[in-house]
């Protein structure tokens, strides 16, 4: 800009800009404004903590914070409540939806990257997302109208011809971990491969120019060079496809059987910590065991989930500090991309 | 050939030309995959739920006759509608609010480091554990004056959306160029005026979709209502009684044995799935045009 | 241009929010015509019958609004407060009452109902004959096919499939589960000391559902299936059933007729708590079940209820023993017999509102 010649134009701007001296009053106002907004939210959240904490209390000081979490047995008319089963039920269908789910969206995420041609990224990109468009209980209705149905002859006859591997077996009635499971596989498959992709974006071109150039297949590029490399990000995204699927309630609850045992076998009915607490909460309005053993379910829950993520956290960091690469602005949690953006799935 | 790095990979044999082609099938069929149940769900809600589809159907509430014409899903939709506009209108300019004391006035600071890391705790909050503490705190004891009611659905929905619409207001207020705020500073601007005049304005459509976004996630969450707004057959827009909801509608019906009762879950179903395909595509629109301005 | 779509959002949620700010007189007012609004929940075995008395009562200003969740969470909200009244299939318990702390409290029974042991066997008509031991045996997980010898012994002569049965019970807290336990503790010990009696169990085996509806969904699903579940909804689903041994050793098949024979010569507590459950009539049906409605009996004191609401409320229990009766046959439920009918009457119009009784 030339010194000393601004125009009409830029003075006027800049008269408006300045404002009265009104303005000097209205900045510290605005920013203390501000700041009791965000100290206000801070407060809420650690109320929330703390109220459900408070409330939980009963039930913790009666079972003792060990006790209820791996308390053996959920007998609501005994008066008993240990979330083991629960907490095994929501352990196992976790466990099949990432073995299922987590190399789909992985494999999906490299293809789309790194395979697919230029135009057809975007349109496979956003048909990902819309996976994540998909509310949790049309997922369940889809489940019980169309999974169970469809998969029961094929689930019986794994059982019949597997039965030698242990966990399988038995009868297949319906609900079960395995179709939990596999809901909840597909409901991950869009965080996982959103955050994957995201991952493998960022591995530097001259790693993958490097590979090719000396002589690597495009394969062999994958395998050598941008696995290794994002290795670290992509146990963050399966930490936090885990999770999500960890927290899922609505779905679950519609086609895992609701059986408060721990099921033998991988068709077996079982429970979760989240389905529990939406089928119970409403006979339990007026008990304070119940409802405080419901809202302790409730945080063993978020527990695991702080737990995970706190992991992934790690993981992340550390695999980055091993590159060298600095901490990123943004946390992991928030890809900023279509409807994914950060929480727990619908519910 | 004396130009050839002595670690450089053999000439491409057979076998390994054979393992990419054969990987690089797997990845595709994998990436198919990945899209098949998308198109199973997408082609049955089409088949079941458009049968159930009529004039009728939008403009009925559920009858809740065990016998006869189980009615349609007016006060649902309404309902929806009602609760979602609701939390919407808490929980943005919060959001927002707190971004933007994040960004603007917080920025690296301890509070605002704290601030941060409790709304991403909020994030792994389990979305039934929102209606529970909704529950508990206001429904049992009857604040306000009623048990279940429809504005502490829109609460708990709020709360849920509160740490999205944060953390993306926060990455779009951080892609704002300091240039711009600086250089407005430069002209004599009071620092709410950079805010309110410049930063926000530039901002805004960024804004729009992660606000769009997360009322696509609020409107299609059922666990937070089964508990504080409740299911009711009839359409009321009083927010201090039970209100019907979509997911909550689709829910009760998910569980019935009768055929018609399932076929208008899958209308509802269609109904919704829609909504929260609007409110994406739109948010997608306003985000490419305001890359193309 | 930019601010375009957000202002366009931004004004209809203002207007909805206006609209619904304005509007929130609806259910309270008092019009020229009484309109007044109660607030229940509870019995799935009951349901459909409040739910169509409610849908018959709409015309003329009262409205119901009636949440299926199950006999236990009924209670449980009106034990917090949240309802204005609760269904419920087994009488109040001494727990249940003790958790009702504002008042006396008013227990009206309303109907009877079969409760069927219904199964989705393909070949396997309606009336497969069993007894309390072996349906005992196979909700406990003893009895794991349907050819199993225990039911061929009672079924000579059909043919019986060597499918697996597959059990199916209520996930939530259910009178309807009370009533069939207590069926079964009649005939079989081991399920009197191993399960119990009450409305949540620990179900040794099977699938759990959420109401009598999730369950007649999932015996339609389920090849194979067995479960109890509340008769209309059996006869909506055209399900198959069983007839039962009751304690006079005869098979009986769930009727009406059958149902209502459970409730007669049956003694009545002063508090109406009566139990039609294994009933001694030779004719009756042994798995029939009375449902209650229940409410504290000074609606606005006790029950929180404004003196419209009351109104309301007093015209639907009022309509229930009288027209509703009627109606009751139509949803496949049995009427009560005029030696229950008749106190019930008496009780219910001992209900008050601030100590006046409700016009």
Known sequence: MEAGALTTRDDLAAARLAGSSRGRLADPAFKWFLTILAVLILAIIVFFFVFLINKASPAISKFGLFGFTFGAEWNVSKSVYGAWPLLVGTLITSAVALVIGVPIALGAALYITELCPARLRAPLTMLLELLAAVPSVVYGLWGVFFLIPKLRPAEQWFADTFSFLPFVGGSVAGPNYFIAGLILAIMILPIVSAISREVISTVPAELKEGALALGATRWEMIRLAVLPYSRAGIAGAIMLGLGRAVGETIAVTLVIGNAPQIGKQIFDQGYTLAAVIANEFGEAANNKLHSAALIAAGLVLFVLTLLINAIARYIVVRGNRMRDIPPPEEELTMPTTGPLIGGPVMQ | ?293 | MRYRIPAAIGAAALALVVAACGSSSSSTSSTAKSSGTANGAGSTFAAPIYQQWGSNLKGQGVTINYQAVGSGAGIAQLQAGTVDFAGSDPPLAAADKAGLKKGPVTQLPMALGAITVSYNVSGLKTGLKLDGATIANIFLGKITKWNDPAIAALNPGISLPSQTISVVHRSDSSGTTKGFAAFLAAYSPTWKSKVGVDKTLNWPTGTGAKGNDGVAAAIKQTPGAVGYVEQAYALQNNFTYASVKNSSGNYIAPTLNSTTAAAEGITIPSDLGITTINSPNPQAYPIASQTFVDMYTDLCKDGGMSSQNAKALAAFVNYGLGDGQTVLTQLSYAKLPSSVLTPTKTAASKLTCNGQPIS
Do not use: C
């Open chain 2, 1 to 293: 050939m004396s130009d050839v790095p002595a670690n450089a990979l053999a000439p491409i044999s057979a076998r390994r030309r054979h393992t990419d082609q054969v990987m690089r099938a797997v990845l595709l069929i994998v990436t198919l995959l990945a899209l098949v149940p998308l198109v199973l769900v997408i082609l049955r809600l089409l088949t079941s739920g458009l049968k159930a589809i009529s004039w009728d159907f939008f403009t009925t509430d559920p009858s809740g006759n065990f016998l006869g014409n189980p009615g349609g899903i007016k006060s649902a939709i309404l309902g929806t509608i009602e609760m979602i506009a609701v939390a919407a209108l808490i929980t943005i300019p919060i959001g927002i609010g707190v971004a933007l004391y994040l960004v603007e006035y917080g920025k690296q600071g301890r509070f605002a480091a704290t601030v941060r890391y409790f709304v991403d705790v909020l994030t792994g909050v389990p979305s039934i554990v929102f209606g529970l503490f909704v529950y508990v705190a206001l429904v049992v004891g009857n604040v306000g004056g009623s048990g279940f009611a429809a504005w502490k659905g829109a609460l708990a929905i709020a709360l849920l959306m509160l740490p999205i619409v944060t953390r993306s207001a926060e990455v779009v207020l951080l892609l704002v160029p300091d240039g711009l705020r600086e250089a407005a500073l430069a002209l004599g601007a009071p620092r709410w005026k950079v805010v309110t005049r410049v930063v926000l304005p530039t901002a805004a459509p960024g804004l729009v979709t992660g606000s769009l976004l997360a009322i696509a996630r609020g409107a299609g969450e059922t666990a937070p209502l089964l508990f504080t707004a409740a299911i009711v057959q009839g359409t009321s827009f009083n927010l201090n009684a039970r209100m019907n909801s979509l997911p909550a509608q689709i829910f009760a019906d998910v569980g019935q044995a009768q055929d018609r009762l399932v076929a208008r879950a899958w209308g509802a179903a269609l109904t919704l799935v829609t909504m929260i395909l609007i409110l994406n595509i739109v948010a997608r629109l306003v985000a490419r045009r305001s890359r193309s301005t």
